[in-house]
């Protein structure tokens, strides 16, 4: 009987699978903490202690204040729940400029975010809620740049949001110098009477990856997604806490006041102690796991090029990018993406986001510069922390084999 070929994942950039350690702490809290951690028994009082760790773990891992996380059901939520403030924000009195003339509010982010930012604010826009603009990352390297923010700021501006790093292209955003010039901005601000800029990242594919330092970004907000750095399908917002001027951060539900009140809903204790479990792993083991991926994914991009030659482009790769992650482009092919991987029935990968599945050519490539003939042949490679070397010749195989059948 012949041996099923063992299936290779290269799609650690749609989701990652929990870690071992991860999957006991699950398991822990399953068993032992399935009380509820608002009861005041010792089993719920044993609940509430893993939140209470968790959050500190969460906080070790960004260099921040466990009283500035609050546990939120994923990404999507924590972007929504950060536009949401801003709006409001900015309606509750901050939006006054001159003679008690009032705007709408005007939000600042790129072109190439993903879609629980695009299309909160797209909606925006359609129900003349705020004023939003898109600014476009630079054509020859997929990277935002500092000038073109500023550019786009105005009177009514209340708030910045820019990935710290793209999922699809990996490029890493200067979101550090977008930070200082925005709180440089907020000083003259402050004096004009204007509506103070708030900063937020969508953090999700750089945490486990890069360094994520919030004092080092500068940002008031930043969006913890548990399943890119090997833990659950949970997240978790970082709201800095400001000693003179406080920052906003307004609930979309009301309830039972858990999470102080922001994040109301009885805890899922299970999910946060793992998600504290998957960023103290972070936290010990980052710089094994980058240089671990980065090996790995110059390998891989260095075995394409020798094997397709100029057959093939790496997307971005005049960019900072993302230890782990690479969209690349087969040329002199009559063959979409998604159909080069469908010929490659044991490569476990995606042409893009996970969630887009169109199969058209994507968007972000095209907005960072890649022809729409390039674009529409990428697929997108993005390693994990155990991805092997051996591995890699086997993918270039496939890929090899896909395509000479075109």
């Known amino acids: 009987m012949e041996l099923q070929a063992k299936k290779i994942y290269l799609d650690y950039n749609a989701t990652t699978p929990l870690a071992p350690e991860v999957i006991l702490c699950v398991s822990e809290a399953l068993t032992n903490a399935w009380a509820n951690p608002s009861s005041s028994s010792e089993i719920g009082q044993s609940a509430k202690e893993l939140i209470n760790q968790a959050r500190k ?6 260099n921040a204040k466990p009283s500035e996380i609050t546990f939120v059901s ?7 729940m950060v ?3 801003a709006l409001k924000y900015f309606n509750s009195g901050s939006g006054k400029l001159g003679q008690g003339a009032s705007l709408k509010p005007h939000i600042l982010t790129t072109n190439v975010e993903h879609d629980a930012i695009l299309l909160p604010l ?8 705020a004023d939003v603009d898109f600014v476009p990352v630079s054509m020859s390297s997929g990277q935002v740049l500092v000038e073109e923010i500023e550019k786009f700021i105005k009177p009514n501006t209340c708030l910045v949001t820019v990935m710290l790093a793209n999922n699809e292209t990996g490029v890493i955003m200067p979101v550090a110098e977008i930070s200082r010039k925005i709180r440089k901005l907020n000083e003259i601000r402050q004096k004009e009477g204007l509506c103070r800029i708030l900063i937020h990242t969508d ?3 750089a945490i486990g990856k ?13 969006t913890i997604v548990g399943h890119k750095f090997y833990g659950p399908r949970i997240g978790a917002l970082f709201v800095i806490e400001m000693a003179e001027d406080s920052t906003p951060l307004y609930p979309m539900f009301f309830g039972g006041g858990q999470e102080r009140g922001l994040r109301p809903g009885t805890e899922n204790t299970p999910m946060i102690h793992g998600l504290g479990c998957a960023a103290e792993l972070v936290s010990q083991n980052l710089q094994k796991y980058q240089e671990a991926m980065k090996k790995t994914r110059d390998l891989l991009e260095k075995s394409l090029i020798v094997e397709f030659g100029e057959n093939i482009i790496v997307n971005c790769d005049t960019a900072l990018r993302l230890p782990n992650t690479s969209s690349v482009s087969f040329r002199k092919t009559t063959m979409t993406g998604g159909e080069i991987l469908s010929r490659c029935p044991h490569l476990m990968a995606s042409t893009g986001a996970a969630c887009h599945g169109t199969g058209k050519p ?8 890649v022809s729409c003939e390039d674009a529409r042949s990428a697929v997108r490679l993005s390693v994990g922390r155990d991805t092997a070397p051996a591995e890699i010749e086997q ?12």
């Open 83 to 85: 536009l949401h403030t």
């Open 362 to 369: 994507s968007v972000i490539l095209m907005a960072s510069g």
């Open 122 to 129: 797209r909606h925006y826009e359609t129900e003349k809620l």
């Open 203 to 205: 953090a999700a594919q």
């Open 210 to 222: 890069i360094s994520v330092d919030v004092e080092e970004l500068g940002v008031d907000y930043l």
């Open 57 to 62: 773990k969460v906080a070790t891992m960004l």
């Open 74 to 80: 994923g990404g999507t939520e924590a972007n929504n």
């Open 395 to 406: 993918i270039v195989q496939m890929l090899k084999l896909a395509l000479k059948r075109d």
